[in-house]
């Protein structure tokens, strides 16, 4: 009897053994993980790159707004300019034909008679 105690827990102990599901192989879990790692890595520093990307990007738009705005405040000869000089007629005197007065004259009446 005492002979078939251990006899029965060998017997139990490899039974439970050979009813174990098969464990992945060890090298294909490391790959896994690894692979999992690098991604995860990959993503991470993907995110972080554009976020300082942003970051001085919204630095440079600030900076430009603010000389921009800013310009005219620090500026102390800022003074308007002066306006253009209006566009002169050229000369018409010689260049228009003169009435005679009977025309002078005729033209009037037609304008007196228009208007009354």
Do not use: W
Not at 5 to 34: G, N, T
């Amino acid at each position: 009897m005492k002979t078939l105690i251990p006899v029965f827990f060998v017997a139990v102990f490899l039974s439970v053994l050979s009813c174990a599901p098969d464990l992945p192989d060890k090298k294909e879990l490391i790959e896994e993980i690894y692979s999992a790692r690098v991604d995860q890595a990959r993503i991470q520093k993907d995110a972080d790159c554009r976020q300082k990307q942003l970051e001085k990007a919204e630095a440079k738009v600030d900076s430009i707004l603010h000389s921009l705005l800013n310009a005219d405040l620090h500026d102390t000869l800022n003074f308007p300019s002066r306006p253009l000089k209006p566009h002169k007629p050229d000369h018409i005197i010689g260049t228009v034909e003169q009435f005679e007065v009977e025309q002078r004259d005729i033209l009037i009446r037609r304008c007196y008679q228009v208007y009354n």
